[in-house]
Protein backbone atom coordinates (compact mmCIF):
# COMPACT_ATOMS: atom_id res chain seq x y z
CA UNK A 1 0.00 0.00 0.00
CA UNK A 2 3.01 2.08 0.66
CA UNK A 3 3.29 2.95 -3.43
CA UNK A 4 -0.32 3.40 -3.07
CA UNK A 5 -0.31 6.19 -0.51
CA UNK A 6 3.12 8.06 -1.93
CA UNK A 7 0.85 8.57 -4.87
CA UNK A 8 -1.83 9.93 -3.80
CA UNK A 9 0.33 12.10 -1.58
CA UNK A 10 1.77 13.39 -5.18
CA UNK A 11 -1.51 14.02 -6.76
CA UNK A 12 -2.56 15.86 -3.05
CA UNK A 13 1.30 17.62 -3.99
CA UNK A 14 0.28 18.47 -7.09
CA UNK A 15 -3.00 19.97 -6.14
CA UNK A 16 -1.41 22.24 -3.47
CA UNK A 17 -2.93 19.71 -0.85
CA UNK A 18 -0.27 20.96 2.24
CA UNK A 19 1.83 17.28 2.99
CA UNK A 20 0.64 17.14 6.89
CA UNK A 21 -2.79 17.39 5.40
CA UNK A 22 -2.22 14.79 3.28
CA UNK A 23 -0.70 12.36 5.75
CA UNK A 24 -3.22 13.37 8.72
CA UNK A 25 -6.06 11.85 5.89
CA UNK A 26 -3.51 9.11 4.84
CA UNK A 27 -3.37 7.94 8.23
CA UNK A 28 -6.89 7.64 8.30
CA UNK A 29 -6.97 5.29 5.35
CA UNK A 30 -8.46 1.79 6.09
CA UNK A 31 -7.64 -1.71 4.03
CA UNK A 32 -10.73 -3.58 2.87
CA UNK A 33 -10.37 -7.08 4.87
CA UNK A 34 -8.26 -9.93 4.43
CA UNK A 35 -5.47 -7.25 2.90
CA UNK A 36 -2.81 -7.80 5.41
CA UNK A 37 -5.63 -8.15 8.40
CA UNK A 38 -2.89 -8.56 11.14
CA UNK A 39 -4.54 -10.68 14.60
CA UNK A 40 -2.80 -11.21 17.40
CA UNK A 41 -3.68 -14.01 19.73
CA UNK A 42 -3.58 -14.88 23.22
CA UNK A 43 -0.38 -17.06 22.52
CA UNK A 44 1.33 -13.97 20.89
CA UNK A 45 1.18 -15.77 17.75
CA UNK A 46 0.48 -13.01 14.70
CA UNK A 47 -2.15 -14.40 11.94
CA UNK A 48 -1.52 -12.44 8.72
CA UNK A 49 -4.86 -12.57 6.58
CA UNK A 50 -4.10 -11.52 2.95
CA UNK A 51 -6.18 -13.88 1.68
CA UNK A 52 -8.49 -10.76 -0.73
CA UNK A 53 -6.00 -11.55 -3.98
CA UNK A 54 -2.52 -12.56 -4.93
CA UNK A 55 -0.61 -11.89 -8.28
CA UNK A 56 3.25 -12.62 -7.77
CA UNK A 57 4.15 -9.37 -6.87
CA UNK A 58 2.13 -8.79 -4.08
CA UNK A 59 3.15 -12.31 -2.66
CA UNK A 60 6.34 -11.11 -2.63
CA UNK A 61 5.22 -8.35 -1.18
CA UNK A 62 3.86 -10.08 1.56
CA UNK A 63 6.80 -13.06 1.95
CA UNK A 64 8.70 -9.54 2.67
CA UNK A 65 6.46 -7.70 4.88
CA UNK A 66 5.75 -10.89 6.97
CA UNK A 67 9.53 -11.57 7.26
CA UNK A 68 9.91 -8.15 8.51
CA UNK A 69 7.38 -8.46 11.34
CA UNK A 70 8.53 -11.76 12.27
CA UNK A 71 11.71 -9.99 12.77
CA UNK A 72 14.66 -12.88 14.26
CA UNK A 73 11.33 -14.97 15.13
CA UNK A 74 9.55 -17.96 12.88
CA UNK A 75 7.74 -17.51 9.57
CA UNK A 76 5.08 -19.84 8.55
CA UNK A 77 3.70 -19.35 5.02
CA UNK A 78 0.42 -20.74 4.52
CA UNK A 79 0.41 -20.38 0.36
CA UNK A 80 -2.27 -20.92 -2.55
CA UNK A 81 -2.60 -20.84 -5.51
CA UNK A 82 -2.07 -17.13 -7.75
CA UNK A 83 -4.89 -17.49 -9.98
CA UNK A 84 -5.54 -16.24 -13.69
CA UNK A 85 -1.81 -16.29 -14.71
CA UNK A 86 -2.06 -18.33 -17.08
CA UNK A 87 0.73 -19.41 -19.16
CA UNK A 88 3.60 -18.49 -16.85
CA UNK A 89 1.51 -19.69 -13.83
CA UNK A 90 4.11 -22.93 -13.23
CA UNK A 91 6.95 -19.84 -13.48
CA UNK A 92 5.38 -17.38 -11.40
CA UNK A 93 4.35 -20.10 -8.46
CA UNK A 94 8.07 -21.70 -8.57
CA UNK A 95 9.80 -18.04 -8.24
CA UNK A 96 7.20 -17.51 -5.13
CA UNK A 97 8.81 -20.75 -3.53
CA UNK A 98 12.56 -19.50 -4.16
CA UNK A 99 11.85 -16.33 -2.79
CA UNK A 100 10.63 -18.09 0.40
CA UNK A 101 13.92 -19.91 0.34
CA UNK A 102 16.13 -16.51 -0.02
CA UNK A 103 13.59 -14.95 2.92
CA UNK A 104 14.03 -17.99 4.72
CA UNK A 105 10.41 -18.72 5.68
CA UNK A 106 10.60 -21.30 8.60
CA UNK A 107 7.61 -23.28 8.02
CA UNK A 108 6.27 -23.31 3.88
CA UNK A 109 2.87 -24.88 3.38
CA UNK A 110 0.93 -24.95 0.30
CA UNK A 111 -2.80 -25.64 -0.44
CA UNK A 112 -3.97 -26.94 -3.94
CA UNK A 113 -2.55 -28.78 -6.84
CA UNK A 114 -1.70 -25.20 -8.36
CA UNK A 115 0.66 -24.02 -5.33
CA UNK A 116 2.28 -26.78 -4.97
CA UNK A 117 5.05 -25.51 -7.40
CA UNK A 118 5.89 -23.16 -4.38
CA UNK A 119 6.85 -25.78 -2.51
CA UNK A 120 8.74 -27.84 -5.25
CA UNK A 121 11.29 -24.77 -5.63
CA UNK A 122 11.76 -23.95 -1.85
CA UNK A 123 12.75 -27.48 -1.61
CA UNK A 124 14.82 -27.07 -4.30
CA UNK A 125 16.16 -23.57 -3.27
CA UNK A 126 16.80 -24.42 0.03
CA UNK A 127 14.16 -25.07 2.53
CA UNK A 128 14.19 -27.91 4.51
CA UNK A 129 12.40 -30.81 3.44
CA UNK A 130 11.24 -31.72 6.73
CA UNK A 131 9.55 -27.92 6.72
CA UNK A 132 7.55 -27.90 3.77
CA UNK A 133 4.17 -29.23 3.69
CA UNK A 134 1.53 -29.34 0.51
CA UNK A 135 -1.83 -30.17 0.42
CA UNK A 136 -4.67 -30.34 -1.23
CA UNK A 137 -7.07 -29.30 1.73
CA UNK A 138 -7.41 -26.38 3.95
CA UNK A 139 -8.68 -28.42 6.57
CA UNK A 140 -5.12 -30.41 6.44
CA UNK A 141 -3.07 -26.99 6.08
CA UNK A 142 -5.32 -25.83 9.52
CA UNK A 143 -4.16 -29.45 11.68
CA UNK A 144 -0.45 -28.23 10.66
CA UNK A 145 -0.23 -24.75 11.49
CA UNK A 146 -2.03 -25.43 14.92
CA UNK A 147 0.37 -28.14 15.37
CA UNK A 148 3.47 -26.02 14.61
CA UNK A 149 2.85 -22.40 15.59
CA UNK A 150 4.02 -20.79 19.08
CA UNK A 151 4.86 -17.56 20.31
CA UNK A 152 6.00 -15.20 18.56
CA UNK A 153 5.44 -16.74 15.17
CA UNK A 154 3.99 -15.03 11.98
CA UNK A 155 1.64 -16.91 10.30
CA UNK A 156 0.79 -15.66 6.65
CA UNK A 157 -1.72 -16.80 4.75
CA UNK A 158 -2.05 -15.53 1.22
CA UNK A 159 -3.51 -16.83 -1.80
CA UNK A 160 -6.51 -15.57 -4.60
CA UNK A 161 -10.03 -15.60 -3.69
CA UNK A 162 -10.60 -18.72 -5.70
CA UNK A 163 -8.41 -20.46 -3.07
CA UNK A 164 -10.72 -19.43 -0.41
CA UNK A 165 -7.70 -18.78 2.23
CA UNK A 166 -9.94 -16.34 3.97
CA UNK A 167 -11.69 -18.67 5.66
CA UNK A 168 -8.78 -21.09 6.84
CA UNK A 169 -7.43 -17.68 8.43
CA UNK A 170 -10.80 -16.95 10.12
CA UNK A 171 -10.44 -20.47 11.45
CA UNK A 172 -7.27 -20.38 12.41
CA UNK A 173 -7.39 -17.05 14.64
CA UNK A 174 -11.16 -18.92 16.11
CA UNK A 175 -8.77 -22.04 16.93
CA UNK A 176 -6.19 -19.80 18.56
CA UNK A 177 -8.27 -17.20 20.30
Not at 1 to 20: C, F, S, Y
Not at 77 to 103: D, F, S
Amino acid sequence: MVPNALAAAAVGAELDVPLETAAAVLAEARITRWRMQTSGTPDGIRVVNDAYNANPESVAAALKTARWMAADGRLIAVLGQMAELGTIAAEEHERVGELAARLHVDRLITIGPEAKAIAVAGVREGVEPENVADYDDADDALTDVLAVARDGDVVLIKGSRVAGLERLAARLVEALS
